[in-house]
């Protein structure tokens, strides 16, 4: 099994979520996260003071799938969540070791 944790741009949530359903992907997980990258933050103007903000806010998703699926899920995330410009996000592939649903007991790929 794999985790891919991806952070994208809050206003591609729902593109990428119906994405995923048509791909396959049984549930994931949504965080909102402030961060910064190459983007490193940016100036705004309020009640005519300019000020800067120095995180982005991204929407964090938490992806648990078989290992099969990890390279459509990534390809699936990649295309629906880029814009082409700066702060599209970031992807991460993690191996996950167990997993276990808390109402049945069933674990691995079962639990899913």
Request: aromatic share 6%; no cysteine; hydrophobic share 45%.
């Amino acid at each position: 099994m794999k985790m891919i944790i991806a952070a994208i741009k809050p206003f591609k949530l729902e593109e990428v979520r119906e994405a995923l359903t048509d791909i396959g992907v049984a549930g994931l997980m949504v965080t909102e996260i402030k961060g910064f990258g190459a983007q490193a933050g940016h100036t705004e103007i309020y009640r005519g003071a300019e000020y800067e903000v120095n995180f982005v806010p991204k929407m964090k998703l938490e992806i648990v799938v078989p290992a099969e699926m990890a390279d459509q899920v990534l390809e699936t995330i990649t295309k629906t969540a880029r814009t082409g410009k700066i702060g599209d996000g970031k992807i991460f592939v993690l191996d996950v070791q167990q997993a276990l649903r808390v109402r049945t007991g069933e674990t691995g790929l079962e639990a899913l």
